[in-house]
């Protein structure tokens, strides 16, 4: 896990966690932020982890930790629970990817491997995480609300619901960045082109064409 120092890394961080705090500050309800209450309890279905994951794929771990940790900050000036509750959910969710990176790439995965193994990994390990997290949570948190059995049984009902989000997240985090051309991404470094040896600065438009294509 290298931490990316150069000026273009640092710019793009900046611009994709920009993107989380105003999809967790500025929502636009009904369609960023879907409000459900399985069991009765609330859960937001939300686009803020997909920056998130964009950010791991193109710039690293490091990074993407970097933008939960700016999303905590985003959401605990005014809900330290809730922060703590999406953070937590967000940091699971990439630690999921990071060991579905490691497997394949000690296995050589192609393209479509990993990104099965991506969803398998970061949805698991989300869904589990905040399964047993939620409980000591919910009853530090909301003591009044909630015993040890009916959080346990609250934290089960979230279980789907986890999962749904982090596959939300991976799924459109990946689409996104396919969706990014190349010669941006080898201008910017990003993913497989951060350890490239071509000089990126120095490409030519007509290069750049060619790469694309």
């Known amino acids: 896990m290298d931490i990316r120092t150069d000026s273009k890394s640092i710019a793009l961080l900046a611009i994709f966690s920009s993107i989380v705090v105003a ?7 009904g369609i960023t932020d879907l409000k459900f209450f399985p069991g009765g309890t609330p859960f937001t279905v939300d686009w803020t982890g997909i920056p998130i994951v964009i950010v791991f794929v193109g710039l690293g771990t490091i990074s993407s930790l970097i933008s939960i940790g700016i999303m905590f900050v985003a959401i605990g000036y005014r809900n330290p629970a809730g922060a703590i509750f999406k953070g937590s959910a967000e940091l699971f969710t990439i630690i999921g990817l990071l060991a579905a990176r490691l497997i ?3 296995k050589s995965l192609d393209g479509k ?13 989300r869904a589990i995480g905040m399964f047993f997290l939620n409980i000591p949570l919910l009853t530090i948190f909301y003591p009044l609300s909630y015993t040890t059995e009916s959080a346990i049984t609250v934290s089960a009902v979230l279980v789907p619901w ?3 989000q982090a596959a939300i997240n991976i799924i459109g985090g990946m689409v996104l960045y396919q969706l990014i051309p190349e010669s941006i991404k080898i ?6 082109f ?10 030519s438009e007509d290069e750049l064409k060619t790469n694309n294509e």
């Open 23 to 29: 999809l967790e500050v500025f929502p636009i309800i």
């Open 104 to 106: 394949a790439n000690r």
């Open 113 to 125: 491997a990993s990104v099965a193994l991506y969803l398998v990994f970061g949805i698991s390990t």
């Open 162 to 164: 986890n999962a749904l």
């Open 187 to 192: 201008q910017a470094g990003l993913g497989r």
């Open 194 to 203: 951060r350890n490239d040896d071509v000089k990126y600065e120095e490409l």
